[in-house]
């Protein structure tokens, strides 16, 4: 006689739940192991790597990249630039790469995408949706480097600031303060932009300038209100750490009222997890022995 088909599932399900969880534990030992390698070991390979990727852009990516130059007009070269600059100038590229990467990228995505529609007798559609999202991937990916840098640089700011204020009421002044908020501060793109403003000012610029160029880098509405309240106060003669104190207030309440918004969106977000994911889940365990009783006659 044969097992009933629940009983089969209940001898196999454990069996296949242990073979998950040791597959699980081992791919999480895996990842340990190589996490804990030598730093030598991965000095070296993330030397390999930093060398192999200059030959492929000093190959193809650069010679691209100067006659994309010539060719490009001025203006989207400068729009390209300034999500450049917004990112924190990944890799080191210019706008004439980012260019280049967008080519090559549609290139390979294009081949792929030939290769896929001659497999699955896919259509002429597949190969302009190929040619466009490689056209598009360097862009997204300049993208979302641009708007983690600036989420960084948002939340570091209130923290920052409460420093700056602390360092000048302690009386430091202005250049030092922020090479105190630097030096104490959490290491990040706020830490890196105040830096550039530092050698700036230690170069002889004025205050004002140096500002004005830290907001036109980051071009962040919360980082240039701040910087405009700064030069409105150095020119009225206005005391600097009051400014810094009203200030230091203004920005934890942003950020309170920043939190809050986030978690009444969060419940928004949360219907199409729940209706697309959680819920067919949940009738399918309810639901799902009352349907195989019905149609096959079994039992549990």
Same mark, same amino acid.
């Given at each position: 006689?044969?097992?009933?088909? %629940?009983?089969?599932?209940?001898?196999?399900?454990? #069996?296949?739940?242990?073979?998950?969880?040791?597959?699980?534990?081992?791919?999480?030992?895996?990842?340990?192991?190589?996490?804990?390698?030598?730093?030598?070991?991965?000095?070296?390979?993330?030397?390999?790597?930093?060398?192999?990727?200059?030959?492929?852009?000093?190959?193809?990516?650069?010679?691209?990249?100067?006659?994309?130059?010539?060719?490009?007009?001025?203006?989207?070269?400068?729009?390209? =630039?300034?999500?450049?600059?917004?990112?924190? &100038?990944?890799?080191?590229?210019?706008?004439?790469?980012?260019?280049?990467?967008?080519?090559?990228?549609?290139?390979?995505?294009?081949?792929?995408?030939?290769?896929?529609?001659?497999?699955?007798?896919?259509?002429?559609?597949?190969?302009?949706?190929?040619?466009?999202?490689?056209?598009?991937? %360097?862009?997204?990916?300049?993208?979302?480097?641009?708007?983690?840098?600036?989420?960084?640089?948002?939340?570091?700011?209130?923290?920052?600031? =409460?420093?700056?204020?602390?360092?000048?009421?302690?009386?430091?002044?202005?250049?030092?303060?922020?090479?105190?908020?630097?030096?104490?501060?959490?290491?990040?793109?706020?830490?890196?932009?105040?830096?550039?403003?530092?050698?700036?000012?230690?170069?002889?610029?004025?205050?004002? =300038?140096?500002?004005?160029? #830290?907001? &036109?880098?980051?071009?962040?509405?919360?980082?240039?209100?701040?910087?405009?309240?700064?030069?409105?106060?150095?020119?009225?003669?206005?005391?600097?750490?009051?400014?810094?104190?009203? #200030?230091?207030?203004?920005?934890?309440?942003?950020?309170?009222?920043?939190?809050?918004?986030?978690?009444?969106?969060?419940?928004?977000?949360?219907?199409?997890?729940?209706?697309?994911?959680?819920?067919?889940?949940?009738?399918?365990?309810?639901?799902?022995?009352?349907?195989?009783?019905? #149609?096959?006659?079994?039992?549990?």
């Amino acid at each position: 006689m044969t097992a009933p088909a %629940p009983q089969i599932l209940s001898v196999v399900a454990p #069996l296949l739940t242990a073979a998950f969880a040791a597959t699980a534990f081992l791919a999480a030992s895996r990842l340990y192991a190589r996490s804990s390698a030598q730093p030598e070991t991965q000095d070296r390979r993330a030397s390999s790597e930093r060398g192999a990727l200059a030959i492929v852009r000093a190959a193809i990516i650069a010679r691209l990249a100067a006659r994309n130059e010539i060719w490009m007009p001025c203006s989207r070269l400068a729009q390209v =630039d300034g999500w450049l600059r917004k990112a924190g &100038r990944p890799l080191e590229l210019t706008a004439g790469e980012v260019v280049a990467l967008m080519q090559v990228a549609a290139v390979l995505f294009l081949a792929g995408a030939v290769a896929l529609s001659c497999w699955l007798r896919l259509g002429f559609a597949a190969w302009s949706l190929g040619l466009v999202g490689g056209a598009a991937y %360097p862009l997204l990916w300049l993208r979302d480097r641009m708007r983690v840098r600036q989420r960084a640089i948002v939340r570091g700011l209130p923290y920052g600031i =409460d420093l700056l204020t602390l360092a000048v009421e302690a009386g430091l002044d202005f250049t030092a303060a922020l090479a105190k908020v630097v030096e104490k501060g959490p290491k990040g793109p706020l830490a890196e932009e105040l830096s550039v403003a530092i050698r700036e000012l230690r170069m002889g610029k004025t205050r004002e =300038d140096a500002l004005r160029q #830290l907001a &036109r880098r980051v071009d962040l509405p919360p980082l240039t209100s701040f910087v405009q309240a700064l030069v409105q106060a150095d020119r009225m003669g206005t005391p600097l750490g009051k400014v810094l104190r009203v #200030l230091s207030t203004q920005m934890r309440m942003e950020r309170t009222q920043r939190a809050e918004k986030l978690a009444n969106e969060a419940p928004v977000k949360l219907v199409l997890p729940l209706v697309f994911f959680i819920f067919p889940t949940l009738f399918l365990v309810l639901f799902g022995p009352i349907g195989y009783q019905v #149609l096959f006659g079994g039992s549990f």
